[in-house]
Nanobody, 124 residues
Framework: QVQLVESGGGLVQAGGSLRLSCAASGGIFRRYAIGWFRQVPGKEREFVATIGVSGFGRSFADAVKGRCTISRDNTKNTVYLQMNSLKPEDTAVYYC?????????????????WGQGTQVTVSS
C-alpha cells in the first residue's frame, strides 16, 4: 500500500506559477501511474493531469493544457505538477492519486490511493 503526500500549494496572484509535489512512500512507486485531480466545494473532483509509470503516457485536461507540465522522479518517489499562467478558476484543493492497475487515466474511480490534498488559491 502506498501513502501519498501533496505539497507546494499556496496563495498566488493570477499569472503566477506553482509547483506541486506528490511524495510517495510504502510501495513500489515506479509501478504506479500518478494522477492529479482538483476539487472545489460543491463540485465533483476534476481531472488535471496524469503520468505513466515510466514517465510516458502524459495527458492533461483541456482546462490546463499548455499551462501545466507533469514529471516524475522515481529515484525520489515524487511526481511534480508545474502550473503556469494560473487563473482564479484554478483555485481548488489539488489531490494526487496512484493507479497500480494502470489505465485509469482521467477516471478518478480508477485510482486506488489518494493523498490528503493541498490548497491552491489564485487571486485576481
Amino acid at each position: 500500500q502506498v501513502q501519498l503526500v501533496e505539497s507546494g500549494g499556496g496563495l498566488v496572484q493570477a499569472g503566477g506559477s506553482l509547483r506541486l509535489s506528490c511524495a510517495a512512500s510504502g510501495g513500489i512507486f515506479r509501478r504506479y501511474a500518478i494522477g492529479w485531480f482538483r476539487q472545489v466545494p460543491g463540485k465533483e473532483r476534476e481531472f488535471v493531469a496524469t503520468i505513466g509509470v515510466s514517465g510516458f503516457g502524459r495527458s492533461f485536461a483541456d482546462a490546463v493544457k499548455g499551462r501545466c507540465t507533469i514529471s516524475r522522479d522515481n529515484t525520489k518517489n515524487t511526481v511534480y505538477l508545474q502550473m503556469n499562467s494560473l487563473k482564479p478558476e484554478d483555485t481548488a484543493v489539488y489531490y494526487c492519486a496512484a493507479d497500480q492497475e494502470g489505465g485509469a487515466g482521467s477516471n478518478a474511480r480508477g485510482y486506488e490511493y489518494w493523498g490528503q490534498g493541498t490548497q491552491v488559491t489564485v487571486s485576481s
